[in-house]
């Protein structure tokens, strides 16, 4: 199709329609006017040969009726009976004038000619007068037609009665165009007369020509008809009757002819055909004037189709128009939808097909605007807590950091994770922990109702929320504010769960303009908290693996282990009644080739969040055992240390790997000890646990490490098989100052030894804290008092130096 | 024009038998069989005898009267100098004519009896008509002798009391097919003589009258 738009294409249906009609009603009324106007001009023909026999037998009668006159005439009479030859010939001459006739003659009563009035083929005449005077005597017709020197006459003979016939009048007239105007004018025809005559009798018919006598038309086209004769006559037309009596003759062709480019209908009809004599009428009837009034109807038809054309092509535009423009509504709309917006309604108020399908597509607008909502609420909602969840958290950060390229309002991303909720979902159950999740929510919501603020559930136990229009100081008191909502204990099945959760803060565009770095950096702040007592804390590019500095450290970590970057550091731990160096706490140092030398928080937290952690333990437990097989050749029984991670804890391998370490360098058990956080077995304490069991059964010992920051639960400190407790530096360093520490540590201490563990104490920075925890009956210290963490390569001189010393 | 009878007997022959009266010295009579070729009997025909010396002759006024818008009799044959009345019978007036060379005359619209008779004084056939009716036509035969007749329906005619000696026997008839050529055949009367005339006659319309 050659259209596009339904519009033209209508509009050219409409009008291809509307013009074949019309064509063919042209062309069908055009043929049906051309066969009637032949119909009727045969007709016309028809009735003017009628007309033209009429003519005929009227002038005859005519004729006749003044010949009688003039017979009767009793002077007349007289002279014929006294042969008065000059008076015969006056009076007719008179009678002739006075009908206008063109013969006069008189003859014998037995046919011989006496008297005439003009010159004429007499021999020929006579032979006319004697047939007519015959006929006129059995009671024939007293008029004919005949033909001498070409010209065609119509005579009448009538009988001079005296009583007896004493004479034959002979009248005439010529056939001329004064006749054949007469005949025209009475048949609307244009009339003309032919003749042909033989001059000899004996030859007949095909030396004559035909001549034209008379016409109605111009000499031109008069001529034209002799030219035109059909060349195909009847045989009765054609062949010129020599002997036939003169009786009217019937015969007549009828034919199409063109003269001067116009065609004319034509009827040659014989009104003579005797005695070498042959005179057609040719009754003719242009065609194209004929049509002239049907072509005048005809642009009237023509000027009529224009004007539908017209009325049509308006008709079938505004009908197209009035189809297509709902359909244009509908395609805008549907345009809008596409683009997602449903909020403008399809009006359609027609009733027809068009404004059935607007309604319904109306009807489909607000179903797809209900399932989207729906189907958006569930891609943006969680449907447990009943908040927007990552999906819709995300996109709300893109719309913010959009809106603070519009209006330069700055916003911070809080990220909040809950701590032990593995182990609430293990001990309470699933459902537990889903209403657990659900508390917490609602608790987040009450604290969150500034109107921009955006609170949601991250997935799990993680919860994000924006606050909008704000800096560093007040996104910091909102986590504070979140987090003493949280300490309230939420009911769960009859019993109290203490909560609690690290919340990471970042501020856009503070610390990134970058969304997805920007929840990266939050989540960092978030596991920076969690390792801290305030449970909060900001971004800082410290504590980033995403920062430049430490992503490149994390691709570094790897390539350390290999190139043998890393080494391996002790602290002794010292006896608190003998003063010995028992054992060490083999720490991790990176010497790095660019930045020097790197402690372990630059990048053990990066290793642990990448997965590198497993390779740093392994190669710490494999140094350790190096060092504690070189110390015990020099006659040093000095068990180190290694702190191992939660992804350690959960690694099924470890007590194989532990075995094989062992072995390689001929070690006993005692050789090595471990030291675990609480935290790291509270990731997943059902496999940590399962480890650390296997583990203590070979032998190895376990310290717990960081004791009193982890919110443990003491029921798995009475499960687990450690021999050993690690105070957090944070209660002994402030210890000559703060007399809650103190408690906190004596109360540990009997704690430990309760449970017949070890206590050691870590952060001993000065002999007033030595003394105190020695009174205490505290088991080992660590810290810089004694030694700062030194070379493990360091550790047999700096032995042999304390060894002398105490 | 309406016609009541037409004739078409193309040939009549007349065939003249005379007889001779034996017991007739001095005079004789001419019986005459008219007939036409077929043979049959033509009324209305004149038939004559003239003789061969001139004898005197004895004329009697004829009459032809106009009745009915025709002229009776049709066919009338007198001597030469008789006198012919033409009374009008009718209520309108006629034109009573001639054009034959053997009478010229016309009488004028009139009606009744006219003042004078017409003389016919030439022998001939004088043609008569009226110039207001087409349709009245008479003949009247105008005859050198006293011995003359006209056929009735039987043909027959007797001519009386001719004195023995040579004659023309003639015989006209109006339809004469040669108008000129009347029946001529010399008779010598004996006594009572025998003749028969047969004569052409060509096809005759008797106006009748509308």
Known sequence: ?806 | MKKLSIHYQLFLTFSILLAVFSGRLQAGEISVDVLDSAGAPIENAVVYAEPENKVALTTAPAVIEQRGKQFNPLVSVVQTGSEITFPNFDSVRHHVYSFSPAKTFELKLYAGVPASPVKFDKAGTVVLGCNIHDFMLAFIEVVDTPYFAKTGKTGKVVLHDLPNGNYTLKAWHYALAKEKEIFEKPITVKGSEVATVNLTLKPFLIPVRK
């Open chain 1, 1 to 806: 199709m050659f259209f596009k738009s339904l519009q033209s294409r209508i509009t050219f249906l409409f009008l291809t329609l509307i013009l074949v009609v019309q064509f063919v009603g042209f062309i069908a009324i055009w043929v049906s006017i051309n066969k009637n106007a032949r119909i009727a001009i045969a007709e016309q023909l028809s009735i003017g040969e009628e007309v033209l026999r009429t003519v005929i037998i009227r002038r005859g009668e005519s004729l006749t009726l003044s010949a009688r006159i003039l017979a009767t005439d009793y002077g007349f009479r007289q002279a014929i009976a006294s042969n008065d030859t000059e008076t015969i010939k006056s009076a007719l001459e008179n009678n002739s004038s006075r009908i206008e006739s063109d013969v006069s003659m008189l003859y014998s009563p037995d046919g011989v000619r006496q008297v005439v009035t003009t010159d004429l083929p007499f021999e020929q005449v006579d032979k006319v007068v004697s047939k007519l005077i015959a006929s006129t005597q059995v009671g024939g017709n007293a008029f004919n037609l005949a033909v001498f020197n070409g010209v065609p006459y119509q005579l009448v003979v009538v009988p001079v009665k005296a009583p007896l016939t004493i004479a034959w009048i002979v009248i005439g007239f010529k056939i001329d165009d004064t006749w054949a105007k007469k005949i025209q004018s009475e048949s609307h025809l244009e009339v003309s007369f032919i003749t042909k005559t033989n001059p000899s009798a004996a030859n007949s018919g095909s030396g004559a020509k035909w001549n034209l006598s008379s016409s109605t038309m111009d000499k031109v086209s008069a001529s034209g008809i002799i030219s035109n004769i059909p060349v195909a006559w009847p045989q009765s037309i054609s062949n010129i009757n020599i002997e036939s009596t003169p009786t009217s003759t019937k015969n007549t062709l009828n034919g199409e002819v063109t003269i001067e480019g116009k065609d004319y209908s034509s009827r040659y009809v014989e009104i003579l055909n005797h005695h070498n004599q042959v005179l057609i009428a040719v009754l003719q009837r242009s065609i194209t004037e004929s049509l002239a009034p049907y072509l005048t109807l005809q642009l009237n038809l023509l000027a009529l189709t224009i004007l539908g054309a017209i009325v049509f092509i308006a008709g079938s535009i505004f009908t197209a128009k009035r189809l297509t423009e709902p359909l244009t509504v509908l395609v805008k709309t549907a345009e809008l939808l596409e683009k997602g917006d449903y909020s403008v309604p399809i009006q359609s108020k027609s009733g027809d097909e068009i404004g059935h399908l607007g309604r319904t597509f109306d009807r489909m607008r607000e179903a797809i605007a209900e399932r989207e909502r729906k189907i958006s609420k569930l891609a943006y909602w969680d449907e447990l807590t009943q908040l927007p969840n990552r999906a819709f958290f995300t996109e709300q950060l893109v719309k913010f950091a959009e809106n603070y390229e519009a209006h330069q309002q700055t916003f911070s991303v809080l990220m909040m994770d809950l701590d032990r909720f593995k182990h609430v979902n293990d001990v309470l159950g699933h459902s537990a922990g889903d209403n657990l999740l659900i508390g917490v929510a609602n608790r987040l919501k009450d604290n969150c109702k500034r109107e921009n603020d955006v609170v949601a559930r991250l997935g799990g136990d993680e919860f994000g929320i924006i606050l909008a229009n704000t800096n560093s100081e007040r996104a910091l008191e909102v986590a504070r504010r979140l987090q003493s909502a949280l300490e309230t204990p939420i009911a769960l099945n009859d019993s109290f769960v203490d909560l609690s959760a690290g919340v990471g803060i970042a501020n856009y565009p503070e610390h990134t303009k970058n969304i997805e770095v920007l929840l990266s950096r939050a989540e960092f702040a978030m596991y920076a908290a969690k390792n801290s007592p305030g449970g909060a804390s900001i971004y800082h590019s410290d504590l980033d693996v995403s920062n430049d500095e430490n992503l490149s450290l994390i691709s570094e970590i790897r390539v350390a282990i290999e190139k043998n970057q890393l080494s391996l550091y002790v602290q002794p731990k010292i006896d608190f009644t003998t003063g010995k160096v028992l054992a060490v706490e083999a720490l991790v140092r990176w010497n790095h080739p660019e930045r020097g030398l790197l402690y372990p928080d630059m990048f053990i937290p990066f290793a642990e969040q990448t997965g590198h952690i497993s390779k740093i333990s392994y190669w710490m437990l494999s140094e350790s055992a190096r060092y504690a097989a070189i110390w015990q050749k020099q006659g040093l029984d000095i068990a180190l240390a290694v702190n191992l991670s939660a992804r350690d804890l959960i690694d099924i391998e470890l007590p194989n790997k532990l075995k094989e370490i062992l072995a390689e360098h001929q070690l006993l058990p005692n050789s090595l000890s471990l030291e675990i956080t609480e935290s790291s077995i509270m990731d997943d304490p059902a496999r940590a646990l399962d480890t650390v069991e296997r583990i203590a059964r070979m032998g190895i010992k376990l310290s717990i490490d960081d004791f009193g920051t982890g919110y443990s639960s003491l029921a798995y400190l009475k499960r687990l098989p450690v021999n050993e407790l690690k105070i957090d530096k944070s209660f002994v360093m402030n210890m000559e100052h703060d007399q809650d520490d103190v408690t906190i540590v004596r109360s540990t201490i009997e704690l430990g030894h309760n449970l017949g563990l070890k206590v050691v104490a870590e952060g001993i920075e000065n002999k007033g804290v030595w003394n105190i925890l020695k009174a205490m009956g505290c088991d080992y210290g660590q810290g810089y008092f004694m030694s700062k963490p030194m070379p493990a390569a360091s550790l047999l001189n700096w032995a042999a130096m304390w060894a002398k010393r105490h």
